[in-house]
């Protein structure tokens, strides 16, 4: 005998235990955003390089035309017309050797001396405690919120006092140690393990040993990426200069670079607009050369700087 299923009057075998209501649009998943695809992103990316690298590109190329030309006709080019007579006439009226020459000195030096000395008072402040640290690591953060001009008069009276002003000491020593480098290094350096520390004291490693063998390999991305910041902020720097160094014996590249106009004038008789611009692009050019060059070979190194801390893993 087979049993019978009971059901309720007026109901189907196979109606859903849920029944849908009527008029009710079927459930849809989450939206998706649009997200342009690499062949867009490579196109806005080219756009943007196109307007970065496109005034440069003129004022390389206007450098070699005549000068003329460049007043004339600045967006076109005649290849057949191209000379280096902006830059003879430039190196006859103005010494840019002298420019370059101070600018080497500050560089290496006052460079050498950020790159050293930053990365230990980070180091100090990172992985030490005494009395006092916080407050003297704040003292220094503030200086970051003072603007130039407020501290070029305090500087310039030091350096009158010690005797200094139109020295090679007083290019260099004021601001040596940056507050922004020491900012930096902290944050890289408070990331490195307490333990690895540990083990070296263990070992019987000095506490600057601990430095040079341990921290140092380990921040390298970071302080190169410090480095070329550190470059490209003494060899573009301006304003101290002008003021320290008012002797054109001690100027610097940039400071060269901004009388050139009047040196031309000044040299040469009846120079023109036309053969001031001329020289003006020309002296660009070559000063923007050597940046050029370091940003290229140090690019790499730059961009793992940059990261560097950022990123925990």
Request: aromatic share 8%.
């Amino acid at each position: 005998m087979t049993a019978t299923e009971t059901r309720p009057v007026g109901s189907s075998p196979r109606s859903p235990r849920h029944p849908a209501t009527a008029g009710t649009a079927p459930a849809r998943g989450p939206r998706r955003r649009w997200a342009p695809g690499p062949l867009g992103t490579q196109a806005f990316l080219l756009v943007l390089a196109l307007a970065f690298l496109a005034p440069v590109v003129w004022a390389l190329v206007s450098a070699f035309k005549p000068a003329t030309q460049i007043v004339g006709d600045p967006l076109g080019l005649d290849p057949s017309s191209l000379t280096l007579e902006n830059f003879r006439r430039m190196f006859a009226d103005v010494p840019i050797g002298q420019g370059f020459l101070n600018t080497a000195v500050v560089l290496v030096v006052k460079g050498s001396l950020t790159l050293f000395c930053a990365p230990l008072a980070a180091y100090a402040f990172a992985k030490y405690t005494f009395r006092g640290r916080d407050l003297l690591f704040g003292t220094v953060l503030i200086t970051l919120m003072l603007p130039t001009i407020v501290l070029i008069i305090p500087l310039l009276l030091e350096m009158k006092e010690l005797g200094w002003v139109n020295t090679y000491q007083a290019l260099i020593l004021p601001g040596a140690v940056d507050a922004f480098a020491i900012f930096w290094m902290r944050q890289v350096i408070a990331a490195v393990p307490d333990e690895l520390l540990d083990a070296a004291r263990v070992d019987g490693c000095t506490e600057f040993g601990i430095f040079w063998r341990i921290v140092l390999p380990v921040i390298r991305p970071a302080l190169a990426g410090l480095a070329v910041l550190t470059v490209m902020n003494i060899y573009n720097d301006f304003v101290w200069p002008v003021v320290a160094a008012s002797s054109s014996r001690m100027a610097t590249l940039q400071v060269v670079l901004s009388t050139l106009a009047q040196n031309i004038t000044g040299n040469r008789i009846g120079a023109d607009y036309a053969t001031v611009t001329g020289e003006l692009l020309a002296a660009a050019s070559i000063a923007l050369i050597p940046l050029l060059l370091v940003f290229i070979a140090l690019q790499k190194h730059f961009i793992n700087g940059i990261l560097a801390g950022s990123v925990k893993g």
